[in-house]
């Protein structure tokens, strides 16, 4: 692993990326630590930290602790994660973006500034949810209509330019910008969490290693299985060349959806409980806080379910089979046994279907599961599956986009 970094090091347009990235990464941390004017800090990390709260406490998670320090970037990236899965089920739903987004770039440069729109509509809405909760828990004694300007204001403008700070380092990083952002909010809060296992038993602790080593594990394990259907080509003449027939086979990942499931799942479940946030009074919403709350029993069963309909909906934005059967079809490409065309397209649509089934069922396992345990084991943090699986699916994803810099150049990747 070091050696491969070292490699990496070693190619310039790499150090650059990486330079970049970093650098990017420096400034949504800085930004974390810096608090909106007129915010008593002190109460709000009361009001978050209690039980009451727990669904804050989960945004913190998300948000690196800025929610804590009620920063310029308290409201995280999650705006842009809610309005992204509210324009791919719209895509889905209305024929006209769907024929925007087979434009090609042009039409999905489109859907991106839908989605930065609805993205900044979004912030702002939630900057005014949060700027009246916290008045009403006496974090901003001073609310006059001035500071209430100002401090929507700039939430709203802080997760503008994190939604900018992703794309750029999608753009001139190493990619996954929005994911990387993710990933940079839930590590930083580790380490203090590590501190905190100081005041559990060693028995206790050995069993939450070990938990998290298995749990790290089998999520490699998933994320890199793959079925692989052959291809054979024949032979066709284009012009006066005779292009040779050859085989070779088509990757369908178990978990083509990667963790974009668990995020848009964590997203939408938030929407519930925090909005229970700014009505505690009324029973409904009453009950939502103690059904719904993120280590109720209410909130993994959601959660599970929310995962699976994900996993399976996001695997069909990604993999269409009766475009990749025509593809096959244009090209000579044909499965040995199966007819081109249609058939083609039922084939994979079946053998996608049974594939995708056993990864929605694992990735709802590991983000119930551990929460389970940490709940029973009295764990004094939360890092659930939801971020362990978030921090291994980024960091392969990150690893896997290298190592395609180093193959180029004839080094030896992270992944072998």
Same mark, same amino acid.
């Given at each position: /692993?070091?050696?491969?970094?070292?490699?990496?090091?070693?190619?310039?347009?790499?150090? *650059?990326?990486?330079?970049?990235?970093?650098?990017?990464?420096?400034?949504?941390?800085?930004?974390?630590?810096?608090?909106?004017?007129?915010?008593?800090?002190?109460?709000?990390?009361?009001?978050?930290?209690?039980?009451?709260?727990?669904?804050?406490?989960?945004?913190?998670?998300?948000? =690196?602790?800025?929610?804590?320090?009620?920063?310029?970037? @308290?409201?995280?990236? /999650?705006?842009?994660?809610? $309005?992204?899965?509210?324009?791919?089920?719209?895509?889905?739903?209305?024929?006209?973006?769907?024929?925007?987004?087979?434009?090609?770039?042009?039409?999905?440069?489109?859907?991106?500034?839908?989605?930065?729109?609805?993205?900044?509509?979004?912030?702002?809405?939630?900057?005014?949810?949060?700027?009246?909760?916290?008045?009403? !828990?006496?974090?901003?004694?001073?609310?006059?209509?001035?500071?209430?300007?100002?401090?929507?204001?700039?939430? &709203? $403008? =802080?997760?503008?330019?994190?939604?900018?700070?992703?794309?750029?380092?999608?753009?001139?990083?190493?990619?996954?910008?929005?994911?990387?952002?993710?990933?940079?909010?839930?590590?930083?809060?580790?380490?203090?969490?590590?501190?905190?296992?100081?005041?559990? %038993?060693?028995?206790?602790?050995?069993?939450?290693?070990?938990?998290?080593?298995?749990?790290?594990?089998?999520?490699?394990?998933?994320?890199? #299985?793959?079925?692989?259907?052959?291809?054979?080509?024949?032979?066709?003449?284009?012009?006066?060349?005779?292009?040779? %027939? #050859?085989?070779?086979?088509?990757?369908?990942?178990?978990?083509?959806?990667?963790?974009?499931?668990?995020?848009?799942?964590?997203?939408?479940?938030?929407?519930?409980? &925090?909005? @229970? !946030?700014?009505?505690?009074?009324?029973?409904?919403?009453?009950? /939502? !806080?103690?059904?719904?709350?993120?280590?109720?029993?209410?909130?993994?069963?959601?959660? $599970?379910?929310?995962?699976?309909?994900?996993?399976?909906?996001?695997? @069909?934005?990604?993999?269409?089979?009766?475009?990749?059967?025509?593809?096959? *079809?244009?090209?000579?490409?044909?499965?040995?046994?199966?007819?081109?065309?249609?058939?083609?397209?039922?084939?994979?649509?079946?053998?996608?279907?049974?594939? &995708?089934?056993?990864? $929605?069922?694992?990735?709802?396992?590991?983000?119930?599961?551990?929460?389970?345990?940490?709940?029973?084991?009295?764990?004094?943090?939360?890092?659930?599956?939801?971020?362990?699986?978030?921090?291994?699916?980024?960091?392969?994803? &990150? /690893? *896997? !986009?290298?190592?395609?810099?180093?193959?180029?150049?004839?080094?030896? =990747?992270?992944?072998?």
């Amino acid at each position: /692993m070091l050696a491969s970094l070292a490699n990496a090091w070693k190619i310039p347009e790499l150090r *650059k990326k990486l330079i970049f990235t970093m650098s990017m990464i420096v400034v949504y941390r800085f930004g974390s630590h810096i608090p909106v004017p007129g915010v008593d800090i002190g109460a709000v990390q009361n009001f978050i930290n209690q039980g009451s709260a727990g669904v804050l406490g989960f945004l913190n998670l998300f948000s =690196g602790g800025a929610l804590t320090r009620f920063a310029v970037f @308290a409201l995280g990236i /999650m705006p842009y994660i809610t $309005a992204s899965i509210i324009l791919q089920l719209m895509t889905m739903a209305f024929p006209a973006l769907k024929e925007l987004a087979r434009e090609g770039e042009a039409g999905q440069h489109k859907i991106t500034q839908y989605t930065r729109y609805l993205t900044v509509a979004l912030a702002l809405a939630q900057a005014v949810g949060y700027t009246v909760l916290f008045r009403q !828990q006496g974090a901003i004694p001073n609310l006059g209509a001035l500071n209430f300007y100002e401090i929507v204001i700039t939430l &709203t $403008a =802080g997760t503008t330019l994190l939604m900018f700070i992703g794309e750029l380092i999608t753009q001139r990083g190493i990619g996954n910008g929005i994911s990387l952002l993710i990933f940079a909010s839930i590590v930083s809060g580790l380490l203090p969490g590590i501190v905190k296992l100081q005041t559990m %038993g060693i028995v206790s602790i050995l069993v939450i290693i070990a938990i998290g080593i298995v749990v790290i594990a089998g999520i490699v394990l998933v994320q890199e #299985g793959q079925r692989r259907i052959p291809i054979q080509y024949a032979k066709r003449q284009i012009g006066r060349r005779m292009t040779t %027939g #050859g085989s070779t086979y088509l990757p369908l990942s178990i978990n083509m959806a990667g963790v974009i499931p668990v995020i848009f799942a964590s997203s939408v479940l938030m929407l519930i409980p &925090t909005l @229970a !946030q700014f009505f505690p009074d009324l029973g409904p919403m009453a009950w /939502m !806080q103690v059904h719904l709350g993120p280590s109720s029993w209410g909130f993994l069963v959601l959660e $599970a379910i929310f995962i699976i309909g994900f996993t399976y909906f996001y695997t @069909a934005v990604q993999f269409d089979p009766i475009e990749r059967a025509n593809d096959l *079809k244009k090209y000579g490409g044909f499965i040995p046994g199966i007819r081109p065309g249609k058939p083609t397209a039922i084939y994979l649509d079946k053998v996608l279907t049974r594939l &995708t089934l056993p990864g $929605a069922i694992f990735l709802a396992a590991i983000a119930v599961l551990p929460n389970i345990l940490i709940s029973v084991m009295n764990v004094p943090f939360y890092f659930g599956g939801t971020s362990i699986l978030i921090v291994v699916g980024v960091a392969l994803q &990150t /690893m *896997k !986009q290298m190592e395609s810099q180093l193959l180029m150049r004839h080094y030896e =990747g992270f992944l072998k």
